[in-house]
C-alpha cells in the first residue's frame, strides 16, 4: 500500500522532486528542519493563504500543520502582516527598547495572571534555555525534572546527569524523583509532540505544589498551547507557574519566544541589577515579530478560541467515525484546537503509550492525506487556524472518509 501511494506521489509532484534535489545539493537531506521532512520528499510550498497552501506543481491544499501550530490566523493574516510591514518601516530591530516590545508584554501579562513580566528571545527552544538558566542561578541546584514525550525545543536543557525524566501522568514517579538536587520541573500542559496526550485532572496542580514544597520552581512551557485558552491552558488548569515559556502564536507567524513570570523572579535578569543573570540575543523582541503578535493576539479573544476548539471537536468526532466506519483502529487525541490522529486504538496517558502504538499506517495515511488535498504532519498532529471554514471542514473529513478506506483493505 504505501509503495503505490509513494508511486502516485512521485507522479503528482515531479516539481517538488526537482526542487527536492535542488535543495539536498545545499541543505543536508534537502530541508533546515528535521520535524518536516517525510518520505520520497516533503512537498515544496508556494504560497499560503488563510488555510490554504499550494505548492510547486500547483496543487491546492487545507492546512492542518499551521506551521505547526505558529499560524493561529492561517498564512498571511493581513492584519498581522500590516503590523509587521509597519515595524519593518519604522527601523525593524533598535539595539534600545522600544514600544512594541512593551505593548505585546503589556498584553501578555494581561492576558495570563501568573505573567508579571516578560522577557523576549527568537523562539521557544530560547525561552527554555533561560528558564533552565534562572531556576540554577535562583535555586543554586542544577537538576531539572522533566516528562518523557515532553518537548522544550531543540536544544538540550543539560548533560545527562542533569536532567532527570519521569512519565507524564505519574505522580508517585514525580514524587520519587522530586530530589533537593532539582531547580525546577519542566512540564507542558498536554504532551505536545509527545502525541498531544491531555494531562490527568488535577495531576499538573499536585507537581506544582510538590515542586514548591520541594523549593524547586514549577515552570510551564506553553509555547504551543497558549492559543487554547485567553490565559493559556493554565487557566484552564487552575495553575499559577513560576515561569511560563511562550512562542508560536505570540510571533503572529514571525520568530519569536518569551519567558514570562513572577516579577522576583524575572527581575533576576534585570540589567540593572548587581549580579544580575545576563540575558541578550542580536534579534530579541524583534520588532517585526512583536509587533505582528500584538496584532494576533488581539484578534484571539474569548470568542475567536471557543469557536476554533468547537471546529477542533466537531474533526475530532467526525475522523473518529470516519475510521469507525472504514473498521480501522483509530483514536483521536486533543487538546484545545490541536488533535493528534493515533493509528491504533489506544487511550494514550504518557509517551510510551504512544510509541508502543506508533505503526505503519501512519506514513501511509499521511501520503493519502496528502493525496487528498489535505496538508498534515508526519506524525499525525493536526492543529486548526481561524481561517479554517465549513467547507475545509468537510473537504478535511471527505479526505479522512476516503483516506480510511484505502488503508482500510491493507489491514
Ligand atoms: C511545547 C514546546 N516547547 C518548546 C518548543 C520549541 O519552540 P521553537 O521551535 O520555537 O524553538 C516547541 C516547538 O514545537 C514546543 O512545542
Known sequence: MLNSLISEYLMRTPHSAIAHRRAAAVLPGGETR??????PYPLSIVKGRGAELTDVDGHIYVDLVNNYTSLIHGSMYAPATA??????????????????????????????????????????????????????HVTGRKQLLVFDGGYHGSARLGSEHEIVTVPYNDLEAVQKALSEDIAAVFAEPFLGAGGVVPSAPGFLREVAELAR????????????????????????????????????????????????????????TAANRPGSLPHSGTFN????????????????????????????????????????????????????????????????????HVREATSPLNSALHLALLL?????????MINLSTAFTADDLSSVVR????????LSYCV
Open 213 to 268: 514544597s520541594r523549593g524547586a520552581l514549577f515552570v510551564l512551557d506553553e509555547v504551543q498551547s497558549l492559543r487554547n485558552d485567553v490565559s493559556g491552558e493554565q487557566g484552564r488548569l487552575g495553575l499559577q507557574p513560576d515561569l511560563t515559556l511562550m512562542g508560536k502564536i505570540i510571533g503572529g507567524g514571525m520568530p519569536l519566544g518569551a519567558m514570562g513570570g513572577a516579577r522576583r523572579l524575572l527581575e533576576v
Open 83 to 136: 503590523s509587521a510591514a509597519q515595524a519593518l518601516a519604522d527601523g525593524g530591530v533598535f539595539a534600545s527598547p522600544h514600544r512594541y516590545q512593551v505593548d505585546l508584554a503589556d498584553m501578555l501579562a494581561e492576558r495570563v495572571p501568573s505573567i508579571e513580566q516578560v522577557r523576549f528571545t527568537n523562539s521557544g527552544t530560547e525561552a527554555s534555555l533561560l528558564a533552565a538558566r534562572l531556576a540554577r
Open 285 to 352: 523582541g524583534h520588532l517585526t515579530a512583536v509587533a505582528a503578535g500584538a496584532t494576533t493576539l488581539q484578534h484571539l479573544d474569548a470568542s475567536a478560541i471557543e469557536r476554533l476548539n468547537q471546529w477542533a471537536e466537531s474533526l475530532q468526532g467526525a475522523i473518529a467515525a470516519a475510521a469507525d466506519e472504514a473498521g480501522l483502529p483509530v483514536t483521536v487525541t486533543r487538546a484545545g484546537s490541536i488533535l493528534q490522529v493515533h493509528t491504533a486504538a489506544i487511550t494514550p496517558t504518557n509517551a510510551e
Open 34 to 39: 528535521s520535524i518536516t521532512y517525510h518520505a
Open 399 to 406: 479526505a479522512y472518509t476516503h483516506a480510511f478506506r484505502l
Open 372 to 380: 487528498e488535498g489535505v496538508y498534515t504532519t508526519p506524525r499525525g
